[in-house]
C-alpha cells in the first residue's frame, strides 16, 4: 500500500471519529480519569474515540502497529505504524470550546508517510503525505513568508505538570515583548496545522508526544514550513519548532536564549 492509500484510510477513519465525539459532545461530558496530574483528563469518549479508530484500522490491515494515547499499543509486524491521538484537545472539548481534532499519523519503517488532523467542530480536513504536499479540505495549502519575529504571530501550549508550566510562563515572557502576539489554541496537532495553512506564524511547545505532533509535523513540514527541535535536533518530546522558513532562525534562537529545556 502506497502513502496515498495509507492517507485514504486514515481520512476515512478519522472523519468518522471526528463525526462520533461531535455527536457526543450533544450530550454531557464529564472526566472519566485523570492521568499524569489532575488537570490532565481523559473522557469516555476519547477512549471511545481510540476503540473505533483502532478497530478500523486494524479490521483493514491486521498486520500493522498501532500507537495511541489512551490504549495499550499493538506491535505489529507489516512495518507500518498507526500513531492516534482521539481527542487532540480534550479540556477544549470538556468546555465546549470549538476547537478539538483526531490526529492521525501512519509511519512506515519509523517514518511518516501520511498525516490527517480533523478539527471536528468546524469540519476542517488537514492531509499531506511525505513528499506529496499538504492540503486543508482537498486544496494545496502554504506556511506563511513571515521573516521578522516582530511580525510573527507564534501559537503554544503547555504540558499538564505544574513545575513545566512554570517555565513554560517564564519562557513566554521571554518571548511576549519580541513577537506580535501569542496564541495558546489548546489543539497541538491544529497548531501545527495552522503554521501549515499561515494561521500561525510559528509554534513551539515542549512535551508534546509522538500522537500530538506526528502528523502535524508532517502537514507544517509540507507546507513549506521549516520543523524541528532546539540546536538542530528533530522534533522529539524535548521540543517541537514550526515555523515559516526564514523565520525558524531568528525564532529558534529567541526560544533558545529563554532556556526552555530546563524543566
Ligand atoms: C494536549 C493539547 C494541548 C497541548 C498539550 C497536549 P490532549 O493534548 O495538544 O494543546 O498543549 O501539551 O497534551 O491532552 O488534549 O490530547
Ligand atoms: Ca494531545
Ligand atoms: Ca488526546
Known amino acids: 500500500m502506497n502513502s496515498q492509500d495509507l492517507l485514504k484510510l486514515a481520512v476515512t477513519v478519522a472523519e468518522e471519529a471526528a463525526a462520533l465525539i461531535v455527536e457526543r ?41 498501532f500507537l495511541g494515547e489512551e490504549g495499550d499499543d499493538v506491535v505489529g509486524t507489516s512495518g507500518v505504524r498507526w500513531v492516534v491521538d482521539p481527542i487532540d484537545g480534550t479540556v477544549n472539548y470538556l468546555y465546549d470550546h470549538p476547537t478539538y481534532a ?76 519580541k513577537v506580535r502576539d501569542i496564541r495558546r489554541i489548546g489543539v497541538g496537532a491544529i497548531d501545527l496545522c495552522y503554521v501549515a495553512c499561515g494561521r500561525l506564524d510559528a509554534v513551539y511547545e515542549r512535551g508534546l508526544n509522538p500522537w500530538d505532533y506526528g502528523a502535524g509535523a508532517l502537514i507544517a513540514s509540507e507546507a513549506g514550513a521549516k520543523v524541528g527541535g532546539m540546536h538542530g535536533e528533530p522534533v522529539s518530546p524535548e521540543m517541537s519548532i514550526a515555523a515559516a522558513p526564514e523565520l525558524f532562525g531568528p525564532f529558534h534562537d529567541l526560544l533558545a536564549g529563554a532556556d526552555p529545556l530546563r524543566a
Open 102 to 177: 483526531v490526529s492521525i499519523a501512519v509511519e512506515v519503517d519509523g517514518t511518516t508517510v501520511a498525516g490527517v488532523v480533523v478539527d471536528a467542530p468546524k469540519g476542517e480536513v488537514f492531509t499531506a503525505t511525505l513528499g506529496g504536499g499538504a492540503f486543508l479540505d482537498g486544496k494545496p495549502i502554504r506556511s506563511s513568508d513571515c521573516s521578522e519575529l516582530a511580525k510573527a504571530l507564534v501559537g503554544t501550549g503547555f504540558g499538564y505538570d505544574p513545575v513545566r508550566r512554570q517555565v513554560q510562563a517564564e519562557v513566554i515572557s521571554h518571548l511576549i515583548a
Open 25 to 65: 459532545r450533544r450530550g454531557t461530558i464529564t472526566v472519566a480519569d485523570t492521568k499524569s496530574t489532575i488537570t490532565d483528563v481523559v473522557t469516555a469518549v476519547d477512549r471511545e474515540s481510540e476503540e473505533l479508530i483502532r478497530a478500523r484500522v486494524l479490521q483493514a490491515r491486521p498486520d500493522d502497529s
